[in-house]
């Protein structure tokens, strides 16, 4: 039981790193008609705002080292705990959820350029056409940040406060059967919190129902008098900041590289697919779903008995949903079928 318990936290967890990128993924599908191959690169880019936070509350001097009296030595001590001694100490502590706040208007910045600068360009362009073009983006942008920051993954500590793990056994009365880690249990919120502030903004506010409806039809709220597709260039800016948040969340979890944007991108295209093109809560569900499943996959138990199945199963399903339903679970009709 207790391994089924915490199979099931590691696919929640995974599936909300998969449910973030794919929900951006179909709001600009969704809104835009656009195929956006570097939306993974997004997430790699809100990662490295997070590394980029670090190194720079990380800037150190050299001091000399007094404790060493026989000759000349000399330590590094960052800037901020010489300006504001333990202060500063906790300030670099907080890198990750400091990056947070940096990377929203950062990656809003971001989104709207790629937006205004280069997918608009390509909206009435097959799909063929938008994959190739936003593929090509992806690796520029990921030689980019191969040049500046080197081919090696970059640790990035959550801080020390939620470095350990959480006794979730003694929360029901029995201590030492269910450890997990603090900060996977933060991102599982986190993505929640996101994936609900997202649905909600699109439910309940007017900007959010304009865009819906531009969703369904397009030329009907252009006519009446909707500036429908600048609303439409602030839903991918929006999209950008999701992916971002998602990537600067996940750098303790995994220490982020120049490529890994296109790990997530890959699977979270399967995940949009199964879930139905367009369909936002689809595209929940199926992170969520598949993310389960290839939490269970990769026991040592279920690879005895199917080896390998660990690094098929996304895709397994995948097959056989669409072979039962074409569109996706919850997709549009006409959207995914021939």
Known sequence: MDAFVLQMLNGLDKGGAYALIALGLTLIFGTLGVVNFAHGALFMLGAFCAVTIQKLLTLSQKVKDESITFFDAYKEIPYLETWFGETGLVIIDYAVPISLLAAIPIMLIIGLIMERGLIRFFYNRSHAEQILVTFGLAIVLQELVKAMFGANPIPTPAPEVVAGSADLGAWAGVPGTIVYPYWRLIYLFFSLVVIGAVFAFLQFTTFGMVVRAGMQDRETVGLLGIHVERRFTIVFGIAAVVAGLAGVMYTP????????????????????????????????????????????????????VIPGIDQIIIYLIAVIVLQVRPRGLMGRKGVMEG
């Open 253 to 304: 979890i995994l220490p982020p590289d120049y490529h890994i944007g296109m790990e997530f991108l890959v699977l979270s295209f399967v995940v949009v697919v199964v879930g139905g093109m367009g369909s936002l809560p689809g595209a929940v569900l199926a992170g969520f779903l598949l993310g389960i499943l290839q939490s269970f996959a990769s026991m040592n138990e279920v690879k005895s």
